[in-house]
């Protein structure tokens, strides 16, 4: 959906769609649900500021009208981790994992 916009708005003003590209923060949290199980919720966080030019229209005084195009996304996500090699001992485990991010 939001490639859809953006990709629409590629006529009407000049801006470079790659510079939303860039990195994105996150936390979770896993709580155990058995000897095997985990299940926990991630939160993250995404802000890039681009900004454009109208390519067909001007300011009256014949200068380029600018903006910015500002995207923030806010993925929370839902965990279920099932370890499939686990150690009472040890901090860390092998685990295979599913997600889903809204």
């Given amino acids: 959906m939001v490639d859809g916009v953006l990709l629409e708005h590629l006529t009407l003003f000049a801006f470079d769609i790659r510079c939303f590209n860039s990195t994105n923060a996150g936390v979770e949290r896993l709580i155990s649900a058995g000897e095997y199980l985990n299940v926990g919720l991630g939160v993250g966080f995404y802000q890039r500021t681009v900004p454009s030019v109208y390519t067909d229209f ?39 994992s599913r997600g889903r991010s809204v």
């Fill in 58 to 96: 001007i300011n009256d005084d014949g200068s380029e009208l600018f903006q910015d195009f500002r995207l923030r996304v806010v993925p929370l996500t839902a965990i279920i981790r099932v370890n499939t090699v686990w150690s009472k001992h040890n901090r860390a485990a092998v685990f295979r």
